[in-house]
């Protein structure tokens, strides 16, 4: 059973900094391919990154890259998104995503992502 819940989001100024967690309650956290995606107002969700089983592998989307960082804490069930120097398009509502795709590295299209957290809102202030 795979049940994400996210937490972490808020209302901060352009360049400030926010770091978002999501915990897996299920017991096979491991097993999961994780990543983060976002959708704003009117738009698709959109992939913005992600960390394969044992987080030696990465993916961005090149509008975070350089500027936001993912990671994962097996032992305690956890992906963070450690998002700095943010911007008013950064604004949208932040998803935690579990795949159990067989790939080694994580993969970055929506379809792949079987499980969904609930979302924390992101508002970036210009």
């Known amino acids: 059973q795979v049940q994400l819940v996210e937490s972490g989001g808020g209302l901060v100024q352009a360049g400030g900094s926010l770091r978002l967690s999501c915990v897996n309650s299920?017991?096979?956290?491991?097993?999961?391919?994780m990543g983060w995606f976002r959708q704003a107002p009117g738009k698709e969700r959109e992939f913005v990154a992600a960390?394969?089983?044992?987080?030696?592998?990465?993916n961005y989307a090149d509008s975070v890259k350089g500027r936001f960082t993912i990671s994962r804490d097996n032992a305690k069930n956890t992906v963070y998104l450690q998002m700095n120097s943010l911007e008013p398009e950064d604004t949208a509502v932040y998803y935690c995503?579990?795949?159990?795709?067989?790939?080694?590295?994580?993969?970055?299209?929506?379809?792949?992502?079987?499980?969904w957290g609930q979302g924390t809102q992101v508002t970036v202030s210009s």
């Open positions: 995503g579990a795949s159990n795709s067989p790939r080694t590295a994580p993969p970055i299209l929506r379809w792949n992502y079987g499980y």
């Open positions: 299920g017991r096979t956290f491991s097993s999961y391919i």
């Open positions: 960390i394969s089983r044992s987080g030696t592998l990465t």
